[in-house]
DNA sequence: CCGGAAAATGACCAGGTGGTCATTGCCGCT
DNA sequence: AGCGGCAATGACCACCTGGTCATTTTCCGG
């Protein structure tokens, strides 16, 4: 799981921990805000108050710092996603689906550095690890979707015609936009997912995750998919 | 809506219409490879074989370029987009959602490459004329789902509860989603939208679509959301 | 064939980048 | 008190960026 990133550091862990937590912050702060590529070392070390020099003896390079943060996130995340994955196993597809908007629109508000990162690394790249976040990370939701999917159609919940993939796909599709929408108003266009009640947040999500659950249409006995005349 | 851009642009006008057409190319290449900040004008006049100074006498700066590249670029898309819009008003809404979702990926894929900086300047910030994008582009496409869904609504197709503005917000996120799985395959990982085979993509996009309209779960006559039980 | 204007050119500029390293300063040990 | 080693420092480096402009080339009308 945490494959690589082991630079000795032996420097960087022997510092107090206050100022190594700042460092931390600090950097991941500069890549959340500017990316990668046009993040700047100088203005890391402008903010922390410390040399250039310093920040190289720490991680090595750039790319060594941003690899060193990211085990650390990634650390940081994998309890509070699990909690979010296992809770509540028994409940019915449309509530947990509900629950996992909710939650996970929840968590992207609580580690709101590490969510942006998160979203730059998908969308943009020059991004080191990036191959591996998405073959890892946003492979391990699709695969937690597929699943929930699944264990849905054998409880009959979900209909059986339906694929589970297609379905992993859709659901992580909507959840991603809906908490990208959440820090941007711009991306969330007056929805109100960028609201600051939080109710309202709250409403909305469920909205979408219903949505997907009971589709668009009103229901129909036809189990066939919709046909076309041509 | 072709607000400014207005750069007089006399030299480049007179160009021979062959270079101005590999000039206007090569940079929205660059573009769509680097985006914006990590594009480079040198790279451009690189690959074009001409000098620096020549692009600067016909756009004035690198914003220029770009400014320009958006305004022909906006020029050549409203025609098929409002092809797409237009066609088959008659159509029932899922039918018209598949064919609006297929219809939608052949576009992005006959135009690569200002597809690939639309999504860049959506997720990426330091595009200069991203909000215009946003708020014009995007909204209108929104706007557009949500008129839809409205229109559906009072040919008793989607169920009235369903709010329109949640419905066309989901939707774009479906599709945008598949659209850009459609060229990146670790996006797409595995689902089949990077599929060289035409059906194929065109099964998922369907697939996808179907999912909107129908939902996941089986039908049942009751008319209300799922309710939870805190 | 010439003259003048417009267009093409690329050396050059200031400013920023990630990265280096000789020097300095500090801290603990004997 | 003095030493030894490690950590902090910031001037410095090569490279790249967008942008400029004096100079040369091209082209066209008389």
Redesign the pocket.
């Known amino acids: 799981m945490d494959a690589q990133s082991a630079t000795p550091l032996?420097?960087?862990d022997?510092?107090d921990p206050q100022?190594r937590g700042r460092v931390l912050e600090e950097s991941l702060a500069e890549f959340a805000e500017h990316g990668y590529?046009q993040?700047?070392?100088?203005?890391i070390v402008g903010r922390l108050?410390?040399?250039?020099?310093?920040?190289?003896?720490?991680f090595?390079?750039?790319?060594?710092?941003f690899r060193h943060l990211f085990s650390r996130a990634l650390e940081e995340i994998k309890t509070p996603l699990k909690a979010i994955r296992d809770a509540d196993t028994g409940e019915a597809f449309p509530l947990r689906l509900r629950r996992v908007f909710v939650e996970g629109a929840a968590f992207a508000r609580s580690h709101p550095l590490i969510w942006r990162v998160y979203r730059r690394m998908v969308t943009q790249d020059g991004f080191p690890l990036r191959e591996q976040l998405l073959s890892q990370v946003r492979g391990e939701a699709l695969t937690y979707f597929r699943e929930l999917v699944e264990g849905g159609q054998t409880r009959g919940e979900i209909r059986p015609e339906v694929d589970p993939l297609a379905a992993a796909f859709l659901i992580e599709a909507a959840l991603d936009r809906a908490l990208t929408a959440q820090d941007s108003p711009l991306l969330d266009a007056g929805f109100g997912l960028s609201s600051n009640d939080e109710s309202t947040r709250r409403a909305r999500l469920a909205a979408l995750a219903d949505m997907l659950s009971r589709g668009l249409m009103p229901p129909t006995g036809d189990t066939n998919a919709p046909r076309a005349h041509d």
């Open positions: 032996s420097t960087f022997k510092l100022k590529h993040a700047s070392v100088n203005r108050g410390i040399a250039k020099g310093s920040l190289f003896q720490y090595g390079s750039k790319e060594g710092l």
